[in-house]
């Protein structure tokens, strides 16, 4: 059996590429503070079935090497374009929910030659009233984000996810949750890389996008207009809207699954 673990730019990268010898690549993407596990136990089986189906877990996340360096758009692109110089893959289709989502967007905008059909999940682009929260000025030292305000930040976005998932989120799980949230926040500067990328996405020239693009929103997700928007800037793209919140791939799986292997063909 081979490796989960590549060494792709003097970083460990934790990957599993499933059907490897597979038609059409699709590599997917996971959201912040989670993991390819998102997608490996329901949905990318099923997409595994007919293509090859890459998952790998973002620096910093699962089991893939916490790097130095800021933790943005630009920097997590460098390591996609890697990652995909190392399977020898100039083309793939990319699926990415979440901030992952905002990141297979940023590459379909940079390099348009490298993707071949997008799917978006309740993907931001950082403009939505959530980021607000990110909009003040940092008071810590080096322009980024205190303690204080790494903690408040974390307050407030697991009081939100516990709201989106009628539950409370506690103990270890909050605790392990934390510490990733601080280390992304203090030392990779996600603060930073929220504010550029909304810039970014203001200026973005949406409809170049030539790629055929899926875009499933949640009705009661902050980012559904977001999908309304880029419904209607993207050329060739389709918006499926299901009643749920921002949490799709885990409690609309079922849903998410089926729209994205009508999309991928089979």
Not at 227 to 240: N, V
Request: charged share 25%; net charge positive; with cysteine.
């Amino acid at each position: 059996m081979a490796s989960p673990f590549r060494e792709i730019a003097g970083k460990s990268v934790h990957l599993i590429d499933m059907n490897p010898n597979g038609p059409r690549p699709l590599i997917m993407i996971h959201g912040l503070f989670t993991s390819l596990a998102l997608w490996y136990h329901i949905i990318a089986p099923k997409l595994a079935e007919k293509r090859r189906v890459i998952l790998y877990d973002l620096r910093g996340h699962g089991q893939s090497e916490a790097t130095d360096g800021p933790f943005g758009l630009e920097t997590l692109f460098g390591d996609l374009r890697e990652l995909m110089a190392a399977l020898e893959l100039p083309r793939v289709s990319l699926a990415g929910y979440s901030f992952g989502g905002a990141l297979a967007l940023y590459a379909a905008l940079t390099r348009p030659e490298m993707v071949e059909r997008l799917a978006l999940v309740d993907a931001p682009i950082f403009s939505e009233r959530s980021f607000d929260r990110f909009a003040a000025p940092p008071s810590g030292e080096g322009g980024r984000m205190s303690e204080a305000q790494a903690e408040e930040a974390f307050r407030q976005s697991l009081a939100d996810y516990g709201r989106s998932l009628r539950a409370t989120v506690s103990g270890k799980a909050a605790d392990g949750s934390r510490e990733r949230f601080k280390w992304l926040f203090l030392e990779g500067g996600l603060e930073e890389a929220f504010r550029r990328g909304r810039v970014f996405f203001e200026n973005a020239p949406f409809e170049e996008i030539k790629a055929p693009t899926l875009l499933l929103y949640g009705l009661r997700s902050p980012y559904r207009a977001t999908g309304r928007l880029l419904a209607g800037r993207i050329p060739e793209s389709s918006l499926k809207i299901a009643w749920a919140d921002h949490n799709l791939p885990v409690t609309r799986a079922a849903w998410t699954g089926r729209h994205l292997c009508r999309f991928y063909r089979f």
